[in-house]
């Protein structure tokens, strides 16, 4: 067993980051710590969400929770992409979905927002070291945080409309106050993640689950630009991950220009065709519907084997579902997924 806080460069997660040739097919998936699982209600019913995610002891307990059970091979911290939107003075209450109590309706409300640096977020370091030592090196930690057009249009649409119209309006008459908008959230995004980076997690992840709302040009400025900004900032040695539910072949193509060695793909897409626009060396992460993991069993088995199928053996793949899991989901259906995922081996150019 790997020790201490650095990891080798062998775990299957992060070699298919790297699109290296690996006979197995890692897999985690996105809210693997959450509502579906018992041990996780247990710890909410006596303690709040943020103080679940502010608590180093806490958060290492829950994000450990599912690599326990069901031996994912990827943590990732347990946290949210709008925290360090409470960092910058944005009361938000979770319950379960967050609310939040102010709104960013034109460009002057701008000001209002406040970053002062990395100390605004002095939580993330004894978070990460606690989650880190709780690991023990027997899976890499993925950190994260929200693109910042998905963090704008909850700043904008806050709680509002289901198809962003306030931000896409907003988009379209204010486009410099916007920029200027998506400049403070990146700026205080690199802060985030590189105080993640600094306490020790082992990739990044960027969510822009809003920024497929958006049509293929302006989803190249206001989405793929300002992620852009920030992976930039990323050291090399630590593997990066950008998923958006985008489900066009014009925000696909976008996502090109966007250097992450990771593409996440949502479950609408397919991934051999995400691939063909993508382009060979990229490596691709995803994309299950969630919806299967509802059941019935059999279906849970022969869906993942036509991901599986679809990717062909493929190196640089991970599997994850094309979003988050529902927390209606049985977990024996997660144990039948995973255990479907180890069953299933790659061989150079095929399928073992
Ligand atoms: O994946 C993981 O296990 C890590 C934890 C994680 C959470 N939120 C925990 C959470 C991650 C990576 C996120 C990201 C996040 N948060 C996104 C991007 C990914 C996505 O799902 O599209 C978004 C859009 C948010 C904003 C947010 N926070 C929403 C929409 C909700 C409600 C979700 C729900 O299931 O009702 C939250 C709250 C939240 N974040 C919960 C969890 C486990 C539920 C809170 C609870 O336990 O009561």
New binding site residues.
């Given amino acids: 067993m790997p020790q201490g806080p650095s990891l080798a460069p062998a775990y299957s997660f992060l070699r298919a980051c790297r699109s290296e040739p690996i006979s197995e097919t890692p897999i985690w998936?996105?809210?693997?710590?959450?509502?579906y699982l018992p041990e996780?209600?247990a710890i909410?019913e006596k303690h709040s969400?943020l103080e679940?995610?502010r608590t180093p002891e806490l958060c290492a307990e829950v994000?450990a929770q599912?690599i326990e059970r069901f031996g994912f091979d990827a943590a990732?911290?347990?946290?949210?992409?709008?925290i360090p939107l409470i960092a910058m003075g944005v009361p938000i209450e979770?319950?379960?979905?967050?609310k939040i109590g102010t709104r960013i309706a034109r460009r002057g409300d701008i000001a209002a927002l406040e970053w002062s640096g990395p100390s605004s977020v002095a939580h993330v370091r004894p978070v990460v070291k606690a989650v880190k030592d709780r690991l023990h090196g027997r899976v890499p930690l993925i950190g994260?945080a929200?693109a910042p057009f998905?963090l704008a249009s909850?700043l904008i649409d806050a709680n509002g409309s289901k198809d962003l119209m306030l931000t896409r309006s907003f988009l379209s008459r204010d486009t410099e106050g916007f920029a200027e908008l998506l400049d403070l959230l990146a700026t205080a995004t690199i802060d985030y993640l590189k105080e993640q980076i600094a306490a020790g997690v082992d990739a990044v992840?960027l969510?822009d689950?809003?920024a497929g709302w958006l049509p293929p040009a302006e989803f190249t400025r206001s989405a793929a630009a300002p992620a852009e900004r920030i992976l930039r900032e990323i050291p090399k040695s630590t593997p990066t991950i950008y998923?958006a539910?985008a489900s066009s072949n014009g925000q696909l193509d976008a996502m090109r220009a966007i250097r992450a060695d990771v593409i996440g793909l949502d479950y609408r897409v397919s991934l051999s065709q995400a691939r063909a626009i993508l382009g060979g060396s990229r490596s691709v992460q995803g994309n299950l519907d969630p919806a299967v993991l509802l059941g019935p069993p059999e279906q849970v088995v022969t869906r993942a084997e036509a991901v599986l199928r679809e990717n062909g053996g493929r190196p640089g793949f991970i599997f994850n579902l094309g979003?988050?899991?529902?927390?209606e989901t049985p977990v024996e259906n997660v144990e039948l997924l995973v255990s479907t995922v180890k069953r299933h081996r790659n061989s150079a150019g095929g399928v073992l």
Avoid: E
Avoid at 29 to 35: E, S
Avoid at 94 to 98: I, S, T
Avoid at 323 to 327: A, C, L, R, V
């Fill in positions: 998936i996105m809210r693997q710590a959450g509502r996780y209600r909410r969400f679940v995610c994000t599912p990732i911290l347990f946290s949210d992409i709008l979770f319950d379960p979905g967050p994260f929200g998905t909850y992840m969510f689950t809003q998923f539910l979003h988050g899991i529902y927390p």
